[in-house]
């Protein structure tokens, strides 16, 4: 079983910038795709972003595409998302996800098929 750590949340003002880091430990990253999911005060957990086991596949939400990038580290089991041109309406709590996968570069949108989630990191962007 993987056990999921984020950090890197805080609040920032509208058009900055913020690292959020995603550690793993009891297992290695590299047989999991990972995914970036969010969840605002009363509303639904939603997808944010993905990536497959080797970094070679990605997907976005349509809301943050071009504004955020997903990457991992697997030597160090760790995976990135980089927010950058940020809005208040991306103030959220954020969480990542794994799923066991095997030599598949297939990334995934729903939050039902991440078997692994974290504890989630704030993120506040004020106007």
């Known amino acids: 079983q993987v056990q999921l750590v984020e950090s890197g949340g805080g609040s920032v003002q509208a058009g900055g910038s913020l690292r959020l880091s995603c550690a793993a430990s009891?297992?290695?990253?590299?047989?999991?795709?990972m995914g970036w999911f969010r969840q605002a005060p009363g509303k639904e957990r939603e997808f944010v972003a993905s990536?497959?086991?080797?970094?070679?596949?990605?997907d976005y939400a349509d809301s943050v595409k071009g504004r955020f990038t997903i990457s991992r580290n697997n030597a160090q089991d760790t995976v990135y998302l980089q927010m950058n041109s940020l809005k208040p309406e991306d103030t959220a709590v954020y969480y990542c996800?794994?799923?066991?996968?095997?030599?598949?570069?297939?990334?995934?949108?729903?939050?039902?098929?991440?078997?692994?989630w974290g504890q989630g990191t704030q993120v506040t962007v004020s106007s």
């Open positions: 990536i497959s086991w080797s970094g070679t596949s990605t």
């Open positions: 996800a794994a799923k066991p996968t095997i030599l598949s570069d297939r990334v995934y949108r729903l939050s039902n098929t991440y078997a692994n």
């Open positions: 009891g297992r290695t990253l590299s047989r999991y795709a």
